[in-house]
């Protein structure tokens, strides 16, 4: 089922026009994030180029995340990243038939509206880019183009829903081909959304009230969600994924879909690791298709991965305390 | 006799769907199961398919390439 709960019902970016004389409502909650639920199950694939697109749609992708950089390359490159160039996302929109997203800068208005008007699919305002403005998200109930947001933990994941996130990705460490850190978080918001379930069950509101209070969220979001025992947004796994393994995994832990950087088009064999992902995210729990998924890629040509403990920038930080 | 309805399960809203037809079977008080299909062998089994929402170059693709649809 689809829930609605914190939804806006006059917010600005649900427009009504007349298209072919039919009347129609764009940007509502409904819409933005039933399309989120179109993404189920899936694997979307961070790409840079139309050649990396045609690949990823090859191998069944159910989106493309068009970006500047890889995150890997943002992390050895440094200095500031932004918003991909118009020109490319514009070409990758029209070589593939599945949808495009970009990235935005965590807090700018602008660059997301920027995208809006390009017409893509879906804008992640997301950690890997540099964050413009740390204190404050965007106002996403404002557009009428759906936005995801990254989360650490439920508290997270709710403010970013207050603000009008139609979808949740729960963070890695993006970049690194270590997805120690993606597994911590997802555990940590379905351990998050079990305690809240049964203090719900249990009929203690007040204990509700102090958990909204902890959250940084109004009680009646964190009411709904304990009711529901899960997020009310579809929820993707991202950061550190490299192998069919890795996606297998995060799928089994409850996650809706994946979310693939830098492991596919830093591997040596693009091609077959996707093929290998998406393959093993549909048939993750069936162990025979996964083992067959992880045969075909070649561990030799994984990206080297990197050690979360010794990294000096640690992406994931970023926005999680506004 | 009973009505069998069989999801396919690749990709899209697997789960709203089996939900909303399981309510509707309730609501209307008839003879009939819904459950998710995979393979031939089990959409075979079905008296109807439903597709659900989700990326259709990507469901199509799946299909194809583990044999749950043939052409």
Known sequence: MLPLYGE????????????NSVDTLRGSS??????????KNGVVMDVTNVEQALIAQEAGAVSVMVLDKLPSEVRKAGGVARTASIRIIEEIMDSVTIPVMAKCRIGHVNEALVLQETDVDMIDESEVLTPADELHHIWKW???????????????????????????RTKGEPGTGNVAEAITHIKKVNDELRTIK???DSGDNQDLVRIAREFKVSYDIVEQTAKLGRLPVVNFAAGGIATPAD??????????GIFVGSGIFNA?????????????????????????????????QSMLGLDVKTLDLRMQDRGGSA | MSLNLGVLSIQGDILENILSVQSAINALDI??????VRTPDEISQVDGLIIPGGESTTIGQLSLANGTLKF
């Not at chain 1, 995801?148 to 403010?159: D, F, H, K, P, Q």
């Not at chain 2, 003879?31 to 998710?36: E, I, K, L, Q």
């Open chain 1, 8 to 19: 806006r019902t006059n917010a600005k970016g649900i427009i009504s026009e007349k298209l």
């Open chain 1, 30 to 39: 409904t819409l933005k994030r039933g399309f989120a639920h179109m993404q």
């Open chain 1, 142 to 168: 404002d557009f009428t183009t759906p936005v995801v947001n990254g989360a650490r933990s439920l508290a997270e994941a709710l403010r970013r829903i207050e603000e009008g996130a139609s979808m949740i």
């Open chain 1, 198 to 200: 049964s203090i719900y």
């Open chain 1, 247 to 256: 996606a297998a995994y995060l799928m089994s832990l409850g996650c809706d």
């Open chain 1, 268 to 300: 040596d064999d693009a091609q077959e690791r996707a093929n290998a992902i998406v393959l093993a995210t549909t048939f993750w729990n069936e162990s025979d298709k996964v083992k067959e998924a992880q045969k075909m890629i070649d561990e030799r």
């Open chain 2, 31 to 36: 003879d009939g199961t819904v459950t998710s």
